[in-house]
Structures are given as C-alpha cells and as structure tokens.
C-alpha cells in the first residue's frame, strides 16, 4: 500500500478546526512561537481529544505523522 499525504486543510479538519487557508494562517500565528522545550501534542492550546489524536498518530508514525510535523514545525517558526 502506498502511503498517503495529507494537507494542513485535512489535518485541521481531523482536529476538529476551521480548515480553510485563514483560519489556519490566523491559528499558526495566534499560538506561535511554539517553545522549544514544549512537544507538539502537550501544546495548552489543544484539547484532550486534539492532543491524543497527534500523540496517537505520531506514535503510529501514521500517515498523519509527515503534516503533524509540518505543523510543528510552523508553530515553531518565529513571529514577524
């Protein structure tokens, strides 16, 4: 089976977020800069159900795991 990638829109949505290209724009700049000692999934802005489904794909190494990092890493990027 071949893998398959997924989108921040499909991600967001997964999370139970806004999906369109604003609200995730608004959201990325509204939680970061990420601290570096905070892992993605313990982040205080997700709730119990977000954080368990990022744990549980990155655990997986899911299919989810490649966008979950970009997602990381954009929450990571520093504020202009």
Known sequence: MEPYFHRFSEL???LGLSSDANAIRNFIEQHSPL?????????PFWTQAQATLLRDELQENDDWAEVI??????????RR
């Open 12 to 14: 967001f949505a997964q």
């Open 69 to 78: 990092d970009q997602l990381n890493a954009a929450l990571r990027g520093k």
């Open 35 to 43: 601290a570096g000692d905070v892992r993605l999934e313990d982040a």
